[in-house]
């Protein structure tokens, strides 16, 4: 008999062992699941360069940071242009001058995506939504700062379009590719414009 409780009782402490390691594992993966979680972020590709389409994103940007999101625009290529406050010629290589020249010195230079007309188009626009009162693109820039909509430059577009610090708006952050999928993977919504 005293053999038989023994058999029993090693094999619920065997069953017990086994339920813990099971409820152990369950943790861990649980844990994982909440790391992995999106929380009430929004990361956004700025890639283009043209108005309308950089209104867009500034509208998503600060609509998303007034509801209490965080908001992160990570800005490229033909984006950069919209974080420029001017242009510099000095140190730069002719192929990064020629981009210089052929790029907007700034936001209020942005052309729109279609029928821009050598800049009409974009004219056009900005004189459209004065007169229905929507703001500008330059005061959703101002109201994006404001809620904390983080704007970081893409380092390494700059350095191929050779566009210098200096050229750029006072309070950015600058990173790589890293910056943005680290905010991404976070986020509940990831946009490229």
């Given at each position: 008999m005293g053999t038989s409780f023994d058999t029993r009782a090693g094999a619920d402490s065997?069953?017990?062992?086994?339920?813990?390691?099971?409820?152990?594992?369950?943790?861990?993966?649980?844990?994982?699941?909440?790391?992995?979680?999106?929380?009430d972020r929004v990361a956004?590709?700025?890639?283009?360069?043209?108005?309308?389409?950089?209104?867009?994103a500034?509208?998503?940007?600060?609509?998303?940071?007034?509801m209490g999101q965080q908001v992160s625009m990570f800005f490229t290529f033909w984006g950069l242009s919209v974080l420029k406050?001017?242009?510099?010629?000095?140190?730069?290589?002719?192929?990064?001058k020629m981009m210089?020249?052929?790029?907007?010195?700034?936001?209020?230079?942005?052309?729109?995506?279609?029928?821009?007309?050598?800049?009409?188009?974009?004219?056009?626009?900005?004189?459209?939504?004065?007169?229905k009162n929507v703001t500008s693109l330059e005061d959703m820039i101002a109201l994006a700062r404001e809620l904390g909509v983080r704007a970081i430059a893409c380092e390494m577009s700059r350095d191929v379009m050779g566009i210098k610090q200096s050229?750029?708006?006072?309070?950015?952050?600058?990173g790589g590719v890293a910056s943005f999928l680290a905010d991404s993977l976070k986020s509940r919504t990831s946009l490229f414009i």
């Open positions: 065997s069953r017990v062992q086994a339920l813990e390691d099971k409820v152990q594992e369950l943790s861990k993966r649980l844990q994982n699941l909440e790391e992995r979680t999106p929380e956004i590709v700025v890639f283009s360069g043209d108005l309308d389409r950089v209104l867009a500034f509208i998503i940007a600060t609509g998303a940071a007034a406050k001017g242009t510099e010629f000095s140190g730069k290589t002719l192929f990064q210089a020249l052929m790029s907007p010195a700034s936001s209020l230079n942005l052309p729109v995506s279609k029928m821009n007309y050598f800049g009409a188009g974009a004219k056009m626009l900005r004189s459209m939504m004065k007169e050229e750029l708006a006072e309070g950015l952050e600058s």
